[in-house]
């Protein structure tokens, strides 16, 4: 039987047989200089006409769905997939959540409650599941601290050792998940950039096996699911728009591979609009969208999820936004705090400043009146927001304590009604 699957390399399209551990096209990697994003990123390409041969075509999305996706995943069984439930997450519709009653429909995917608590699980298991059924034991990642957070709780539960690489300054909470989960890490004076770099070394030294976020191609493979899921919550019906937080473009790239599978299979027959949001503060991929030379503004967010100085995905991103017509829009700080009080206080979901942007991508275009009365809008939430309590605490006040009597309760409450 030809193989299941092979590597086929976004930038100069090489196909590669997926036989042994691959990261960048061999080819492209030697172009690479530092301080520009990567070429040679890998795409994972099915035997999508042996797939569709599987079925009776009208019940092919329900017959992949009753075995998990398998026939669209980089694996022999599901035996190695963790323990844990991860993905499946909930959807909820929720118009109530915008300002002003556009008569738009709005839905929520909540990413948030996948083990780790981010969306970064769903790459996690597949290359841990990967691992585990070739053999490996060592994974190394280096993170913003939910990818790492992610792998090392992911790994925990399959008996896997992880080695995180994080920037020093990364939130307490995600370095504190790290460690709980038993993770060797490794805290780098440095950004992101750097830690990014110092993994790879690592990983050439050492062996370890590398789920770097745009480096193992299989990342793309394990986000993907997403769309699978959104296809499947929204009654087999695609919505209008997609609204993907953005740092290194991996999920974007995910969102847009998933929904990429069912338009190879004819499940869909069109792809729905994705829109690409970025913080104000790091917006390296929307800033060199149309540019020929790569520049670098250095990131300040206070969504550290989508503080990238050099979105690690770029290319495979930016192809996937011109072929499929995407979206790209830009939103500030104060933009995301406000967003995330009002997503908390209208839904009772507290997201991450990464996820609480995506979120306020959605609340630019319903303000500046972008979108069709009646259209399907979905905000991907990506992260949740005990993750860094630190980000909101401008947005809020704890009020000074009561004496424990009525009568105190009372002046207090005589102002509410
Ligand atoms: C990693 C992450 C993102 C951005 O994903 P990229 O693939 O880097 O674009 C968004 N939100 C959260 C919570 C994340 O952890």
């Known amino acids: 039987m030809a193989s299941k699957y092979h590597?086929?390399?976004?930038?100069?399209?090489?196909d590669y047989p997926a036989d042994k551990v691959m990261y960048l096209c061999p080819a492209c990697k030697e172009k690479n200089v530092a301080g520009q994003p990567a070429n040679g990123v890998?795409?994972?390409?099915?035997?999508?006409?042996?797939?569709?041969?599987?079925?009776?075509?009208?019940?092919?999305?329900?017959?992949?769905?009753?075995?998990?996706?398998?026939?669209?995943?980089?694996?022999?069984?599901?035996?190695?997939?963790?323990?844990?439930?991860?993905?499946?997450?909930?959807?909820?519709?929720?118009?109530?959540?915008?300002?002003?009653?556009?008569?738009?429909?709005?839905?929520?995917?909540?990413?948030?409650?996948?083990p780790t608590f981010s969306f970064k699980d769903r790459a996690s298991a597949l290359v841990s599941a990967w691992a585990k059924e070739n053999g490996i034991n060592t994974i190394v990642a280096a993170s913003t601290g939910n990818a790492g957070s992610s792998l090392a709780g992911i790994c925990a539960s399959q008996?896997?050792?992880?080695?995180?690489?994080?920037?020093?300054?990364?939130?307490?909470?995600?370095?504190?998940?790290?460690?709980?989960?038993?993770?060797i890490i490794i805290p780098v004076k440095g950004n992101y950039d750097m830690a990014f770099d110092l993994s790879i070394k690592a990983t050439e030294k050492y062996g370890f096996y590398n789920r770097n976020t745009a480096y193992n191609p299989l990342t793309i493979e394990g986000k993907k699911t997403v769309s699978f899921e959104l296809f499947s919550q929204m009654g087999q019906q695609l919505p209008?728009?997609?609204?993907?937080?953005?740092?290194?473009?991996?999920?974007?790239?995910?969102?847009?591979?998933?929904?990429?599978?069912?338009?190879?299979?004819?499940?869909?027959?069109?792809?729905?609009?994705?829109?690409?949001?970025?913080?104000?503060?790091?917006?390296?991929?929307?800033?060199?969208?149309s540019r020929d030379t790569f520049i670098t503004?250095?990131?300040?967010?206070?969504?550290?999820?989508?503080?990238?100085?050099?979105?690690?995905?770029?290319?495979?991103?930016?192809?996937?936004?011109?072929?499929?017509?995407?979206?790209?829009?830009?939103?500030?700080?104060?933009?995301?705090?406000?967003?995330?009080?009002?997503?908390?206080r209208k839904t009772g979901i507290f997201a991450e400043p990464a996820a609480a942007a995506a979120f306020a991508g959605l609340l630019k275009y319903s303000g500046s009146g972008r979108l069709?009365?009646?259209?399907?809008?979905?905000?991907?939430?990506?992260?949740?927001g005990l993750k860094d309590l630190k980000a909101v605490q401008s947005s809020i006040t704890l009020p000074d304590p009561v004496d424990p009597d009525i009568d105190a309760l009372s002046s207090v409450l005589s102002g509410l009604s």
Request: hydrophobic content about 40%.
């Open 372 to 384: 069709n009365p009646g259209s399907k809008n979905i905000v991907l939430l990506t992260g949740s």
């Open 297 to 344: 503004e250095p990131s300040t967010t206070l969504a550290d999820s989508i503080s990238v100085d050099i979105p690690r995905n770029f290319f495979m991103a930016v192809d996937y936004l011109k072929k499929y017509k995407g979206e790209m829009i830009t939103v500030s700080d104060p933009e995301i705090l406000r967003a995330s009080v009002q997503l908390s």
């Open 42 to 114: 890998l795409n994972t390409v099915y035997n999508y006409e042996e797939i569709r041969k599987g079925a009776s075509f009208k019940d092919l999305f329900s017959s992949l769905e009753a075995e998990r996706f398998l026939s669209l995943l980089p694996l022999k069984s599901m035996d190695p997939w963790p323990k844990l439930r991860v993905g499946n997450t909930p959807f909820y519709r929720f118009d109530q959540v915008l300002e002003k009653n556009d008569d738009l429909e709005v839905y929520l995917k909540d990413d948030s409650q996948n």
């Open 240 to 289: 209008d728009r997609v609204f993907v937080p953005v740092g290194d473009g991996v999920i974007l790239a995910g969102v847009y591979k998933g929904f990429e599978d069912l338009l190879q299979l004819g499940i869909i027959s069109r792809m729905p609009v994705i829109v690409a949001v970025q913080a104000e503060g790091s917006r390296n991929l929307i800033l060199n969208y």
């Open 159 to 183: 008996e896997q050792r992880s080695v995180i690489f994080v920037p020093a300054a990364a939130p307490l909470a995600k370095l504190t998940q790290i460690v709980m989960y038993g993770a």
């Open 7 to 14: 590597y086929q390399c976004n930038d100069c399209q090489a």
